[in-house]
């Protein structure tokens, strides 16, 4: 299989040869359609002249036709019955036919060049044959003859032919050196690229490629590093995600492992084996919990149509998250205000419920007994903004970027023995993306966190 240095080098050389050829031919056409016919009459004018002058200057005819012939012209000269003179350079070829030479005796112009017949890569313009000449009658001596001429292209273009030949030589032998260097120019950062896939094939992402191009192929370096950095940091996802899996899963399976081990022995009092049905019975819990986490974002993942879009009204929903929660809320002895608009979204009711579930709980479960959470909606500009702020302890500004990755917790001592996942708070921004919203997060360490959410107002 060729490359593709040597492909495109093949390409632009074969424009160059091509390009060459078609030029070659277009002018060869115009040549034939306007330059030729011009050629013939202007020769034919000169002829003329040169008739006039012999006939009214016979002594002087010999002398004027060889001046005429060091003007670079070929000049022939015959009766017709074997008397022939040539001045100048002889012609290439004779090939002038009989009754060609008689009409021109007979007084007839011959119009050699315009009648020369034409080729598709033979211009008639170099072609030093006497049939290539415009021919008159001339009266000398009291007979009649025939003068050919033509213009002698060796002798009127003989150094500036030679410079045209070595001009487009020499210019069709840089374009190629050109073309080879150019392509390989080209080339290279693709060569480049080709090398660094390979390389994050085998797992290797640290790239580095020319960006300073300013052209695609600087785009595309630069677009291809992006690209590298991002499959380096979803690696590491992956693998932190695989782990932190692992670990969620590991611990109730653990606890459910051991306690059901303990409550094989007979002995165990009622009262401890409850205790342990009941421990059981919230890993059990918690695994199930998580299994739905992840089948949820794995939903939200791959499936762009798991959204069941329709009419959602914003205030009663969120009115509906206050009561589910309100037993929470009395328990901490906790402040609620809701001030919300009327506003309708279309949008997944479940999943939307879904987040307004996890923030408020967030809320609730990091504000202190006796604190405010607060819930606020309205609509601007075509979208809504929902807020649920609270006055708890707050998040650090270097965790803060952090709270929405997957398995990332927050207060790791604290939620140690609980039954979070740190799986909600990524829930709740992919199901936002997916309502193409945006959610974002502001707190201050000791004063509270709020979080606001953007959708498309209906």
């Known amino acids: 299989m060729k490359s593709m240095y040597i492909r495109m080098c093949l390409l632009f050389c074969s424009m160059i040869v091509m390009s060459s050829v078609l030029g070659f031919l277009v002018s060869n056409l115009y040549y034939q359609a306007r330059i030729k016919p011009q050629n013939d009459a202007k ?42 003179r040539f001045y100048g350079l002889p012609f290439r070829k004779n090939d002038l036919p009989a009754d060609k030479l008689q009409l ?7 119009h050699g060049v315009a009648d020369f017949p034409g080729s598709a890569f033979i211009t008639g313009f170099f072609d030093n044959q006497l049939s290539n000449s415009v021919g008159v009658p001339v009266q000398l001596d009291g007979q009649t003859y025939a003068l050919f001429m ?6 009127q273009f003989g150094e500036l032919r030679l410079f045209f030949a070595m001009l487009i030589g020499f210019s069709i032998l840089f374009s190629l050196w050109f073309v080879v260097v150019a392509v390989l120019h080209v080339v290279k950062p693709i060569t480049r690229l080709t090398a ?7 797992g290797r992402y640290d790239i580095r490629l020319n960006t300073r191009r300013r052209d695609e192929l600087g785009q595309l370096a630069s677009h291809f590093m992006l690209m590298s950095r991002e499959l380096e940091r979803t690696n590491r996802a992956r693998q932190e995600f695989v782990a932190n899996v692992s670990h969620e899963i590991e611990s109730p399976l653990t606890s459910i492992q051991g306690f059901a081990h303990a409550l094989k022995d007979s002995a165990l009092p009622d009262s401890q084996r409850l205790e342990y049905l009941s421990i059981i019975d919230q890993e059990s819990r918690r695994l199930s919990m998580l299994s739905k986490q992840l089948l949820t974002l794995s939903t939200l993942d791959y499936d762009e149509n798991a959204l069941q879009r329709e009419r959602v009204d914003l205030r009663a929903q969120l009115r ?3 009561q589910t929660m309100e037993w929470r809320l009395t328990e901490k002895e906790l402040a609620v205000r809701l001030h919300a608009e009327e506003i309708t979204v279309m949008a997944d009711a479940n999943l939307l419920h879904q987040v307004w ?3 408020v709980s967030n809320a609730i479960k990091y504000t202190p007994a006796g604190g405010t959470i607060s819930l606020s909606a309205s609509a601007a500009d075509g979208s809504c903004t929902v807020t649920v702020a ?9 965790e803060l970027p952090m709270i929405f990755d997957r398995f990332y917790k927050v207060d790791k001592a604290r939620t140690a023995g609980s039954n979070s996942s740190g799986l909600g708070l990524s829930i709740a921004q992919k199901i936002v993306m997916a309502h193409n919203g945006t959610i974002e997060a502001a707190s201050t360490v000791g004063e509270g966190t709020s979080f606001t959410v953007t959708l498309p107002h209906l």
Do not use: C, W
């Open 43 to 84: 020769l034919t004018k000169m002829a003329i002249g040169m008739q006039q002058f012999i006939q009214d200057h016979p002594d002087s005819a010999g002398e004027y036709l060889l001046s005429t012939a060091s003007l670079g012209y070929k000049l022939y000269l015959t009766n017709g019955a074997g008397e022939e």
């Open 104 to 110: 021109v005796l007979d007084g007839t112009i011959y």
């Open 150 to 155: 033509r213009p002698d292209a060796q002798v």
């Open 196 to 202: 660094a896939t390979q390389r994050i094939s085998k």
């Open 320 to 322: 509906q998250v206050i």
């Open 357 to 359: 579930m996890n923030l």
């Open 390 to 398: 609270d006055t708890g302890e707050g998040i650090s500004a270097d």
